[in-house]
C-alpha cells in the first residue's frame, strides 16, 4: 500500500459550524438607523433573533477554530460583566439564549472533536461572544490582529464590548497577527495577507470596520468551495452587497472592507460568504459543503 502524498490530500479535509446559542439585537443595531445611537438603545422594541457562530477545520496539521462563541457564564453568572454600567446596557442591546452546553468544549464533544486537539484559533475580533471559549482552549495559539490588540490597551476598551478580563486570561497564548503585502492577483483588493498554515489554504484578511482590527479567513482546499468568513463585518450578505452598514462600528471602514469582498467575490464567483450572526449562513454553507 502507497501512503498518499502530502500534495493530493486536502488540506482540509472537514469544515464543522458550532452555534453556540443564540441572541436577539434591535433591527436598529443589525440594519443601521439615521437615529442616534442612545436613542434606539434606550427605546427600540424591535429585536431580531440570530446564532452565535463559531466554525471548526480539521486540517491536516492540526484542528482549528475561527472565533470561540459566547461563554454561558455571560447569562449564569450575573457578575461576568463587571462594570454596572456595562450591564445596564447589555441588557438593553441583547436578549441572550444561551445555555450551560453552548459552551465550546461541549458543542465541539457532540461532533466528536475535542477541545484538547485545537491547535490555532483565530478570533476575528476582541468582542465577548467571540472569544467566549478561549479558557477551553489554554493550548491553542490565540491569532488576532495587531490593530484589534491595540484597543485592548487603548482607554475603555469595555464601551465596545473588549472585555479584559475575560481575554487577557493567565497562560492565553494570544499571538499578534502582522499582515504581509502577496501578490496573490485574488487578493488584490486587500494587497496584503496572512497565510498562517503556511500552505495558502487559510489566509487572514484585515476587514476593520465593525471593530478597529476586525479580520476575516478565506478558506481554499481541495474539496471545498472557496469560502470566506468574514466574522461581524455584516451580519447577514444582503447588506453587503447593497452597502448597508449596521448600527455600529466605523461607516466609512465597513463600506471600504464590503468594497474588498465584492471583489473578491467577482474574482471567485462560487465564493461563500459566512457572516457569523446571519440565520441563512447555515444552510447555505452545508449546502455549498454538500454540492461540491
Ligand atoms: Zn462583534
Known sequence: MVAQSESIRPA?????????????????????????????VLTSRSWVKAPIT????????????????????????????????GR????RVFRFHVGPDDALDKKLEAINLDA???????????????????AHVPQAELLVSEDEWRRLSAPNPERD???????????????RVEFVPTDDPLLAA????????????????????HSPGSMSMLVRSSGLPPLLFVGDLTYELEPLQNDQ????GNAEQ??????????????LPDLVVVPSHDPSASGKLSAALKQH
Open 88 to 91: 445596564f446596557i447589555l441588557n
Open 116 to 134: 484538547a486537539d485545537v491547535s490555532k484559533v483565530i478570533v476575528s475580533h476582541l468582542h465577548f461572544d467571540h472569544i467566549g471559549g478561549i
Open 245 to 248: 452598514v449596521a448600527g455600529i
Open 12 to 40: 482540509i479535509r472537514a469544515v464543522h459550524q458550532i452555534t453556540t446559542g443564540y441572541v436577539e439585537q434591535h433591527e436598529e443595531h443589525r440594519y443601521g438607523s439615521s437615529k442616534p445611537l442612545m436613542w434606539w
Open 54 to 85: 463559531a466554525y471548526a477545520f480539521e486540517h491536516r496539521d492540526g484542528l482549528i477554530l475561527f472565533d470561540t462563541g459566547v461563554d454561558p457564564a455571560l447569562v449564569s453568572d450575573p457578575d461576568y460583566i463587571s462594570s454596572p454600567i
Open 161 to 175: 464590548w473588549i472585555l479584559r478580563e475575560h481575554i487577557e486570561l493567565p497562560g492565553a497564548n494570544w499571538q
Open 254 to 267: 465597513l463600506k471600504a472592507s464590503f468594497a474588498k469582498v465584492r471583489e473578491l467575490q467577482e474574482a
Open 190 to 209: 486587500f494587497g496584503v495577507c496572512h497565510d498562517f498554515m503556511g500552505d495558502g489554504s487559510m489566509v487572514l484578511l484585515p476587514t476593520p470596520g
